[in-house]
């Protein structure tokens, strides 16, 4: 059993081997020709960025995906030395930070192509951007059918190089729907146009976790894998397409049990009443530490390899659970919030779907203040 930072409280556990394991499996499923794009925005989707992304580098991973200039900031300054592409969009004040930690911009306005062009020139940089097109997504991105307004623009750039071109799936989870059919039609319609009017695109991407998992025809020359580079899904029936290895384990121990009577209420509004006589666990967890608010009532926890339902309002800092079932518990003991004790376990998408919410929520809500140990 990993040991527990004891004034914290609780702690994620962090298994490197499965982040590898998960990253072969991407490696697999698209081929040796394509390069691989690890994504680690939103502190690696809560697993810790330097950490992973350090991980991810030694198995030869050249290139990584962040949503903020500030993000890549962090990453260089902790030594990480890989490609870094800012995903996520980029104000015009980005710019002199951007050349300064050599970060790759993605570019989804004319606004912010010509400022980075002027900044790039007023210092001397070369800036390697990649072009976002908004293929269907409604978000970031420059319009396929304004094609012909837009491109002209790319022939008088003096320190902007087209590096990439790129689009993001609205419904990758659905590869046979419409939508996905109509947004590669669309990408590719306009990728031809770019390169009849003579520029070379050395990077063309598109696919995200779900598209790396089924939706062959988008690899294109390098893919985005975030959410299965943790073993996590983004859409639950995915996970009988391909397996993944979970990298994160939430846990923390019981801080304090009690019994009490029949007919007690737990927690804020007395929203759980005891029907019987009842062992109440108290553990140091709330939604500060991005445990939902919306769990309450709903979600289970692990303590001596069994379920125990939360009960009562999860609270601020403190939650409770129903260990009335299970013999033998003591205050200090393990309690997992997410991952395996014993046979049994807690996912991602289950705990998603007790919040009604999904995967990707529940581990990029974990708080920063929880402290990552890695294995």
Known sequence: MFPIDKAAGTCCVVDLSAL?????TVRR????GVEVLAVVKADAYGHGDI?????LCAEGVGRLGVATVAEGARLREAGIDAAILV??????????????YSLDPVVASLGLLRHLDAVGD??????PCHLKLDTGMGRLGLLPDAVEEWLPELDGLKAVRLQGVMSHFARAEEPESQSCRGQLRAFRRTLKRIRVAGHDVPLVHMANSAAVMGLPEAHFDMVRPGGMLYGIYSHPPLAERVRLAPALTWKTRVLQLKTLPKHSPISYGGTFVTCRESTIATVPVGYADGYKRSLSNKAAVLIRGRRAPVV???TMDLTMADVTAIEGVQPGDEVVLLGTQGGE????????????TISYEIVTSIGRGVPRHYT
């Open 20 to 24: 590898r394991a998960n990253l072969r």
């Open 87 to 100: 995903l996520g969009g980029l104000y015009p004040d980005d710019a002199a930070a951007l050349v300064r």
């Open 29 to 32: 499923l698209v081929g040796p």
């Open 51 to 55: 950490e992973t992304a350090r991980a």
């Open 312 to 314: 009562g309002r999860v």
């Open 122 to 127: 007023e210092h001397g940089a070369e800036i």
């Open 345 to 356: 376990t807690i996912s991602a998408e289950e705990m998603a779907g007790w919040a009604d």
